[in-house]
């Protein structure tokens, strides 16, 4: 690549991407001093010294039509991905900005990429280009701002170096060769499926791939993207975020993998680009050689908390936490409603118990109210917003009493009790006190096994005297039919029951879920995540 010089109007989209081949990208430091990119920007007003490039690159950028109310942490935010920011000049009045890297490599990736992605801020699209400048001086007491916050960049990019025993300058633009990121999960009081962190992740480009597992006790994931620049933009969002309120707190890192080997589909690992590829039933995700690779791995070093300080406010985050009925990041309103609502209910056959048990499998129901004068509708008050969301994420357009049920957020704080006195026909019921509710236990082992509908369903709690035959039978009465039973090997108080539809399990879990089976054992049903 020595010696080649491309014309481009950096931040035009265009329609090839041969600057952003992956030679250029997986390998950052190679041969690319030899590559001069120059811009024939054809906006006609120039910073004064400004030439319209004469073609030399430079670690210092000359960035362009800058909204007006642009702050310097979103400018700085620009560089990151790419390699440590060590300067900022903003020039407010012109709506310009000059971003200066640690290393020539570093400007040069970033020119790169953004010839071939235009780069937006607060929705409008920006111009960089080299500047003529080989390092910025600055007057420090009139940019004393924009210094205060490159400094507090600076302390975070270091307090979350990738890789022990290197400096952020060195290592920042390296990871950038792998287009895997690998995800730890802090504080998870909620449980994190695939299918959280599929739509959460998207936002940022096409997932290809995702194995889920947990090692040393903690959820941890290995997510692939098609391209090397997607992970850096999506660890540079989602870093530190929780996914719900001040809990489960993504630790995103680059993996030293480049491309991952799923075997299955199933809700451990899945690769999208292969949906032929069998569950599994079962099977560890973890291929074998991933999970050495992966021991290899060294440790994030990224301080326990929740936000960095920045809060760097990037609108993909937070649509991504919105998308995924997410609360708890920056731009995301806050998600504490706990009353939902629910319509088109089956109201010849819907009662506050069914929906109490229903949506009892994603949360503690507090109160249930069908409405007096519109029965095919009720509202249900969950014990905090984050089991609403997981009961509507879960339960909307699930049939139910064979109707398609919508779940909404509802703009009720709370679901009001009848006045004393007033008999409003058992449409609504309290059940704060139910000694049934799954989750009153913080930390308890009911969060780990939160599943969508499935018409496989998991039985626990059964009594030494019930058979196969019996549980066939008492859930062949509910009106559906059970295609398949296994009592667990080493433990005959559990068993897996496949009804032959979700709707047919549904039913069966409300009309049996706390069933007395006699010996003072009443018969605990939920969704389950595998197949027989």
């Known amino acids: 690549m020595d010696g080649i010089v491309t014309e481009v109007a950096v931040g035009v989209k265009r329609g090839s991407d041969e600057l952003l081949s992956g030679s250029v990208l997986s390998s950052p430091n190679s041969n690319m001093s030899g590559v001069v990119v120059t811009a024939n920007g054809n906006d006609s007003k120039k910073f004064k010294g400004e030439d319209k490039m004469d073609g030399a690159p430079s670690r210092v950028l000359h960035i362009r039509k800058l909204p007006g109310e642009v702050t310097e942490t979103e400018v700085i935010a620009l560089g990151l991905p790419f390699g440590k920011v060590t300067n900022i000049l903003m020039l407010k009045g012109k709506n310009q900005a000059f971003l200066e890297l640690a290393t020539e490599e570093a400007a040069i990736t970033m020119v790169n990429y953004y010839s071939a992605v235009t780069p937006h801020l607060r929705n409008q699209p920006i111009y960089i280009q080299y500047s003529n400048h080989k390092e910025l001086k600055t007057d420090n007491t009139l940019n004393q701002r924009a210094q205060v916050v490159l400094q507090a960049v600076t302390a975070v990019q270091t307090a979350n170096t990738p890789l022990s025993g290197t400096t952020v300058s060195e290592s920042a633009v390296t990871p950038a060769q792998s287009p895997v990121l690998r995800i730890i999960i802090d504080n998870m009081y909620y449980p994190v499926t695939l299918d959280v962190l599929h739509q959460i992740f998207s936002k940022f480009g096409a997932v290809l791939k995702i194995i889920t597992f947990t090692k040393n006790n903690q959820f941890q994931a290995l997510l692939q993207y098609g391209d090397p620049v997607n992970a850096q933009q999506a660890k540079l969002a989602l870093d530190g975020q929780n996914i719900y309120n001040a809990c489960c707190t993504l630790r995103i890192d680059f993996s030293k993998l480049v491309n991952l080997n799923v075997k299955y589909n199933n809700d451990k690992s899945r690769d999208y680009t292969r949906p032929d590829l069998p569950s599994g039933d079962g099977q560890p995700a973890l291929d074998p050689a991933i999970a050495a690779a992966f021991a290899k791995e060294t440790s994030l070093l990224a301080v326990p908390g929740a936000l960095s300080p920045l809060a760097i406010p990037n609108a993909a985050a937070a649509a991504a936490a919105a998308a995924a009925g997410r609360v708890g990041m920056p731009g995301v309103s806050a998600g504490g409603n706990t ?12 009662t506050p ?15 249930v109210k069908i ?65 049934l509710h799954r989750f009153k236990k913080p930390g308890s082992k009911n969060f780990q096994n939160i599943f969508p509908p499935s018409a496989t369903l998991h039985l626990s709690n059964i009594p030494p005297s019930v058979a196969e035959e019996d549980l066939r039978t008492l859930f062949a009465n509910t009106g559906g039919t059970v295609k398949a039973f296994k009592f667990f090997q080493r433990d005959h108080k559990m068993a897996l029951l496949q009804m032959a539809t979700v709707e047919e399990a549904i039913q069966a879990l ?10 003072n054992h009443h018969l605990r049903v939920s969704f389950s995540k595998s197949t027989i």
Do not use: C
């Open 371 to 435: 409405l007096y004068n519109k029965k095919d509708s009720a509202l249900i008050q969950m014990a905090d917003g984050n089991q609403s969301q997981l009961a509507m994420n879960h339960l909307n357009g699930q049939k139910m009493y064979g109707k398609i049920i919508r779940v909404t957020l509802s703009k009720h704080q709370t679901v009001q009790l009848p006045r004393e006195g007033l008999d409003d026909q058992g449409l609504t019921k309290d059940f704060g006190n139910s000694p």
């Open 339 to 350: 009353v939902l609502l629910v319509s088109n209910l089956n109201e010849e056959m819907v």
């Open 510 to 519: 409300i009309d049996l879920h706390n069933y007395n089976l006699g010996e």
């Open 353 to 367: 118990q069914s929906l109490f048990t229903l949506f009892g499998v994603y949360g503690d129901v507090q109160r």
